[in-house]
């Protein structure tokens, strides 16, 4: 018996009914989604030392919040892990600590995506009272932190207030003997910009109140005497270079050193930013670091599992839509309109 005559009215009859496109489009989906393979892909990332400043001014708490100030290392510690995500896979992070005058590499850069966990583990455990000296030499520290971030290709990111202890003697700091922007990265500038007292601890890391003026040291008496020392009381040049008497000043208070760590900047070719808040780091990070090809994968197979589940579901709803709509739509217009 020959049914192909008496078929193909049917089968067109299906071919125009939309449901049945959209179910065999579905199925044809479903059964992609499970011989796909992965697409290489090519993304653009980083690779970045994070520097973070764990000295005794990074406690101060300056960083309005919605529980009370915060402070500046809790700060950077947020912000720091709100970038992670905002970096594409393939990314590479490294992190390290620094306090005196070196930084001190925890571990060398590890994927974000597939090692994001034990990242944010490491950024959430960063404390100041994980110093192991009470110096905060910034440039000598930023300087060898350019060349940690070389050996390992990698981008600087380094976070810090600025603030110098002891504070640089009257003849400078130390200069900078690498190549500028052979290393590529961002200073993040971290704390307010009025001076804030700094939170003493004792040595079982407990917080006993704050730094007082005599605590600190004001003045670097290392190397030749200012200029104004012959006017100091007490002066003499052979045993009282500085003065007789104890220099005062504000050391024992912290604010960001900006202009100290945009000179430090321009001498090494970082960029600089300041940290307003927990976050908005991702943007100055990938506008200074080198843009990176990474090597990816992408599966479609999500995508199309999701769309064929969108069109069975379309398909089985569209009948009981039109059949409510053509209940509803002949009694709105037999009521007509309103007249008053």
């Known amino acids: 018996m020959n049914l192909g005559p008496s078929i193909l009215p049917v089968v067109a009859r299906n071919l125009r009914d939309g449901r049945f496109r959209a179910l065999a489009c579905a199925l044809i989906l479903a059964l992609a989604a499970h011989v ?16 973070v400043d764990i000295t005794g001014s990074m406690s101060v708490r300056d960083y309005p919040a919605a529980a009370g100030p915060a402070s500046r290392i809790e700060t950077a510690k947020a912000a720091l892990r709100a970038l992670l995500p905002d ?32 990242l944010d583990g490491a950024l ?27 050996e390992i290709d990698a981008d600087l990111l380094f976070v810090s207030d600025g603030q110098e202890t002891p504070p640089l003697p009257a003849s400078g700091g130390p200069t900078f003997d690498g190549k500028p922007g052979a290393v590529r990265g961002l200073i993040v500038g971290t704390g307010g910009y009025g001076l804030s007292p700094i939170p003493r601890f004792d040595d079982r890391g407990r917080e006993t109140g704050f730094l007082s003026e005599t605590d600190v040291q004001q003045e670097n008496r290392s190397g030749p005497p200012p200029a104004d020392a012959e006017s100091r009381e007490g002066y003499n040049p052979r045993n009282a270079p ?13 604010s960001v050193r900006e202009p100290y760590l945009k000179r430090l900047a321009a001498e090494t070719g970082l960029a600089y930013a300041h940290l307003d808040g927990p976050g908005g780091l991702a943007g100055p990070l990938l506008a200074a670091a080198t843009p990176r090809p990474l090597p990816g ?12 589940l ?25 009521a007509g309109p309103i007249s008053t």
């Open 242 to 254: 500085f003065g007789a008497r104890a220099a005062p000043g504000t050391e024992h208070l912290a």
């Open 36 to 51: 796909a393979p992965p697409l290489s892909i090519t993304r653009t990332g980083v690779a970045v030392l994070a520097v």
């Open 87 to 118: 970096l594409p896979c393939g990314s590479r992070v490294a992190l390290g600590l620094f306090t005196d005058r070196r930084p001190f590499l925890l571990f060398t850069p590890v994927e974000v995506c597939a090692d994001f966990a034990p």
């Open 297 to 308: 994968q992408f599966d479609p197979r999500p995508a199309l599992g999701a769309t064929a």
């Open 124 to 150: 959430a455990a960063l404390d100041p009272r994980m110093a192991w000296e009470g110096d905060s030499r910034i440039a000598a520290g930023l300087f060898r932190s350019v060349a940690m971030a070389q």
């Open 310 to 334: 969108a069109l069975t579901l379309l398909a089985y709803l569209a009948g009981p839509l039109q059949r409510r709509h053509r209940r509803v739509g002949p009694n709105v217009q037999r």
